[in-house]
């Protein structure tokens, strides 16, 4: 039983930018530590699309269309992870979501969703 709390979403200009926020909580065990944790993302009318991962070392990925604006971090301390977003642009415009993953290729670990946190870039 772990929950996800997504915060941070908001409405930002082309060309913005914002930072969101994940904090893990529940019986995660050392999960949060081993797992890399990933932001997913859906916007309407679209299937969720994983976006970015951070592992438990520091290691990052991106999906193509957000490599060199988003940057993905952690903190193990308080159980939380972060996506920077820069150069935000309208086909940004989602829900943004997070979950933990074990592989780049592979599917999110848990079944329960947070509640995610809206992101809308508009002029």
């Known amino acids: 039983q772990v929950q996800f709390v997504e915060s941070g979403g908001g409405l930002v200009k082309p060309g913005g930018s914002l930072t969101l926020s994940c904090e893990v909580s529940?019986?995660?065990?050392?999960?949060?530590?081993?797992?890399?944790i990933a932001w997913y993302r859906q916007a309407p009318g679209k299937q969720r699309e994983l976006v970015a991962a951070v592992s438990g070392g520091g290691n990052t990925n991106y999906v193509d269309s957000v490599r060199g604006r988003f940057t993905i971090s952690r903190d193990n301390a308080k159980n939380t992870a972060y996506l920077k977003m820069v150069s935000l642009k309208p086909e940004d415009t989602a829900v943004y979501y997070c979950?933990?993953?074990?592989?780049?290729?592979?599917?999110?670990?848990?079944?329960?969703w947070g509640q995610g946190t809206q992101v809308t870039v508009s002029s």
């Open positions: 979950n933990a993953i074990r592989s780049w290729d592979g599917s999110p670990v848990y079944d329960s």
């Open positions: 529940g019986n995660t065990g050392n999960a949060f530590i081993v797992n890399a």
